[in-house]
């Protein structure tokens, strides 16, 4: 329904405030209509630990304010106690005879849909894939126990990294350099490796980074250990297959330690690694109008030894935009 939807993208829109200050819970916004259909409340919610968003709407209204009406949720309604009360418990209450929800929530101690319809409220769905994709980091935290993961890099149009001598300093532009700064903000981690830090020492300002380098090579002086929580990966506290560090026992060991979103920027190597083994959610390129012409530059991707296109890694474009003179694309895995 298109009434539906356009209230679904209300809480969509109310959601996304709570964007970076409710991890690990999902971002999740409300919005309430009287039985004549009209707008009495909104909510959504702010923080961890606070209020859900259905409470938060529901309880800016008097008692009967809200019986007969409508409840928009971009997730399904809790029906566990957690550090709230369950919020089916008062949309019951408040005598809402319709719920319309973006997604089933995927913890498995949530089932507000049957509590509702027990109830006699009407259940509806709309959005869905849209609701999953605002909490896509919510979804493979609960469901896999393991950080979201964004592989980032910067290339020319020629998928080149750097030269062959390695330097790569810079593909892009300083517009498309300031987006990066800003968008680091959006993970609770960045991860690079020893080799980037080898040939670029670079800064990577971050609250918590995780290195992988599992003999210590990098230099203790350099300038990515002088700011921010530092996490080493290395061969003494991580698994080592086929002579390299588990990527996947280090995003596990990251999640344990609070880490729901890696930001990973590094050289063609560990990148290849990551796509290799399934383990980027995400990819964020920045294109530059640059072309290296010259094979032995070094690759954005080097993981695989593949014989035909139809066994190439496939992804969706969700975003495109230009920045500067570079083009960011933003990707998405195809399950
Ligand atoms: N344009 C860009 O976006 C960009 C970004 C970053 C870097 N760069 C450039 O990339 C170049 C470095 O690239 P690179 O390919 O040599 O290095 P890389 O991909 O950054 O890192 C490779 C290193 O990662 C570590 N690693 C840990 N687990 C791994 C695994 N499972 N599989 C593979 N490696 C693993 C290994 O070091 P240990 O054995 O020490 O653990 C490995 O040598 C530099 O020239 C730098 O300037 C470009």
């Not at 080898?198 to 980074?209: Q, V, W, Y």
Request: proline fraction near 3%; charged fraction near 25%.
């Amino acid at each position: 329904m298109e009434q539906d939807e356009k209230y679904m993208r209300m809480c969509f829109a109310l959601a996304k405030r709570g964007k970076n200050k409710v991890a690990p819970n999902p971002m999740v916004g409300c919005v309430v209509l009287n039985k004549s259909g009209d707008i009495i409340s909104k909510g959504y919610h702010k923080q961890y630990g606070a209020n859900h968003a259905e409470r938060d709407a529901l309880l800016k209204l008097k008692n009967n304010e809200a019986q007969g009406g409508t409840l928009y949720v971009n997730l399904e309604p809790c029906s566990h106690y957690g550090k709230t009360p369950p919020c089916v418990d008062l949309i019951i209450e408040r005598k809402l005879s319709r719920v319309v929800m973006g997604m089933k929530d995927v913890n498995p101690l949530v089932d507000g849909i049957t509590k509702l319809k027990q109830a006699g409220i009407q259940v509806d769905f709309a959005l869905q894939k849209e609701a999953e994709f605002l909490n896509r980091v919510f979804i493979k935290n609960m469901t896999q126990k393991l950080p979201y993961v964004v592989l980032k890099t910067a290339v020319t149009l020629d998928g080149k990294i750097a030269a062959k001598t390695g330097n790569s300093k810079w593909i892009t532009s300083e517009k498309a350099r300031d987006e990066v700064y800003k968008m680091r903000k959006d993970f609770d981690c960045i991860m690079t490796s020893s080799n980037t830090i080898i040939a670029d020492n670079p800064k990577m300002e971050h609250k918590f980074k995780c290195i992988l380098d599992k003999d210590l090579r990098t230099d203790k002086n350099a300038q990515i250990y002088k700011q921010g929580k530092i996490y080493i990966a290395t061969k003494n506290n991580t698994p080592v297959i086929n002579g390299q560090l588990d990527i996947k026992s280090v995003l596990s060991d990251l999640y344990n330690m609070g880490i729901y979103s890696v930001f990973i920027e590094c050289g063609g190597t560990l990148a290849g690694a990551v796509l290799k083994e399934n383990l980027a959610d995400e990819i964020y390129q920045f294109i530059a109008p640059k072309i290296l012409n010259d094979n032995s530059g070094l690759s954005c991707f080097n993981g695989d030894c593949i014989d035909k296109i139809s066994d190439a890694k496939t992804f969706e474009i969700y975003s495109l935009r230009q920045i500067g003179t570079d083009i960011l694309v933003k990707l998405k895995r195809i399950c």
